[in-house]
C-alpha cells in the first residue's frame, strides 16, 4: 500500500499545491463535502496505477502502427511458415514470467540475467530477429511511441491470421520492463513433461482457468518441437498411438544427447496452418508432447470434455481461443508510467 508521502511523490503538481494552501482552506469546506474531496484526491492519486489497455491507444499517437507491424510479419511468414508458430510463442513465454512485458526479449548484459537462456527458451525460442525488424520498421513510422511489448502482441495476432486463424481486437498500452527473471523463467514456464495438474495449477498462478489451458495449447497446432521435449512421451508413455510413437521414434533416437534438436511437427496433419486438427490428434492419442496428451488422459475431466467440443468444431475452437489470448495478455501489463518504452527490443535504455 501506498504511504502518503509516496503517494504525493507521484504527484509533484498536486503537492506544490497543498503545501502552499493554508490551514484555512479545508476549514471551507464543509463536513459533507470533505468525503467528495478525498474521493477525488484519491482518484487523481491513483489514475497512473489503474491505467487500462485499449484497442485504440495509438489511435492518435501512431495509426500506422497495425500496418507496420503485418507488413513485417506477413514477410517472415511468408519466407518461412514455421516462424508464424515461433512469434506466437514468444507472447506465450513473455507473459507467463513477469507479465506481458517484453523482458523476454532482453539480451544477457553484466548487470542483467535475462530468460532467453533459461531452460524453456535456450536454444528454442525464435524470432528475435523478425521482432527486431519490426521495432526498427515501428520506430521509423512512429519514434519511441510503440513499446515491445506491444509489438510481441500484435505480432502474435498476425501471425495466427496469416496461418489462416481467428482474428481480434488487439488491447494496447503496455510497456517495457526494465528487468528480466532467469529463475521464474525456469520455474513459471511449465515443462512439456507436465502432468495435467502441474499444467492446472501453473495457469492458475497467471489467473487462467483450465479453459483457458486447453484453448492456449490449441496454439499447437502450428509449429515443431525438439527430440528433446517428446522423447519420453514416444518411448516410455503408454498413452500415445503406437504407429504414431514409431514414426516419431525414426528421427528422435532414444539416447539422451543424440538428435535432440531434431525436430517434427506439433500437428500431424496441418503444422502449418492454424486449425483443430491438434485436437482430433489428442483424441487418436498422437499428441506429441506429454502435456498436450494429458489434455484428454482424464476420463470426464474439464479438459477433456473441451478437447472433444473443440475437435468437433473449429468455430468453437476459435471463439476459446481468442477468449483466451485477450485473457492471457492482460497478465500483469505495465502501464502509465512504470516500466519504459524501449527503443532496442533487446536491451533497457
Known amino acids: 500500500m501506498h504511504t502518503l508521502s509516496s503517494l504525493f511523490h507521484n504527484c ?152 489462416n486463424g481467428p482474428s481480434w481486437e488487439v488491447k494496447l498500452g503496455r510497456r517495457d520492463s526494465r528487468k528480466a527473471s532467469f529463475n521464474k523463467a525456469n520455474t513459471d514456464i511449465p515443462p512439456p513433461t507436465s502432468s495435467l495438474a502441474n499444467l492446472t495449477a501453473a495457469y492458475a498462478k497467471k489467473g487462467l482457468s483450465v479453459g483457458d489451458l486447453v484453448a492456449l495449447s490449441g496454439a499447437h497446432t502450428i509449429g515443431k518441437a525438439r527430440c528433446i521435449s517428446f522423447r519420453d512421451h514416444i518411448y516410455n508413455d503408454t498413452d500415445i498411438n503406437g504407429s504414431f510413437a514409431k514414426l516419431r521414434q525414426a528421427n528422435c533416437p532414444c539416447t539422451s544427447g543424440s538428435g535432440d534438436n531434431n525436430l517434427a511437427p506439433l500437428d500431424l496433419q496441418t503444422p502449418t496452418v492454424f486449425d483443430n486438427d491438434y485436437f482430433n490428434n489428442l483424441i487418436s492419442f498422437k499428441g506429441l508432447l506429454h502435456s498436450d496428451q494429458e489434455l484428454y488422459n482424464t476420463s470426464g475431466s474439464s479438459s477433456a470434455a473441451l478437447v472433444k467440443s473443440y475437435s468437433r468444431s473449429t468455430a468453437a475452437f476459435f471463439d476459446g481461443f481468442v477468449a483466451a489470448m485477450i485473457k492471457m495478455s492482460d497478465i500483469r501489463p505495465l502501464t502509465g508510467k512504470r516500466g519504459e518504452i524501449r527503443k532496442n527490443c533487446r536491451k533497457v535504455n
Open 12 to 163: 509533484p503538481s498536486y503537492t506544490v499545491y497543498a503545501m502552499a494552501s493554508s490551514s484555512n482552506y479545508f476549514s471551507s469546506f464543509s463536513r459533507a463535502s470533505l468525503p467528495l474531496f478525498f474521493f477525488f484526491f484519491l482518484l487523481l492519486l491513483h489514475s497512473d496505477a489503474s491505467a487500462k489497455l485499449s484497442t485504440d491507444f495509438y489511435a492518435q499517437s501512431c495509426p500506422q502502427v497495425f500496418d507496420t507491424v503485418k507488413s513485417v510479419v506477413k514477410s517472415a511468414i511468408n519466407q518461412e511458415k514455421r516462424i508464424g508458430a515461433s512469434l506466437l510463442r514468444l507472447l506465450f513465454h513473455d507473459c507467463f514470467v513477469l507479465g506481458c512485458d517484453a523482458s523476454v526479449l532482453l539480451d544477457d548484459t553484466p548487470t542483467l540475467l535475462g530468460e532467453k537462456t533459461a531452460k524453456p527458451n535456450n536454444n528454442s525460442l525464435r524470432g528475435f530477429e523478425v521482432v527486431d525488424r519490426i521495432k526498427t520498421a515501428v520506430e521509423k513510422v512512429c519514434p519511441g511511441v510503440v513499446s515491445c511489448a506491444d509489438i510481441l502482441a500484435i505480432t502474435a495476432r498476425d501471425s495466427v491470421v496469416f496461418l
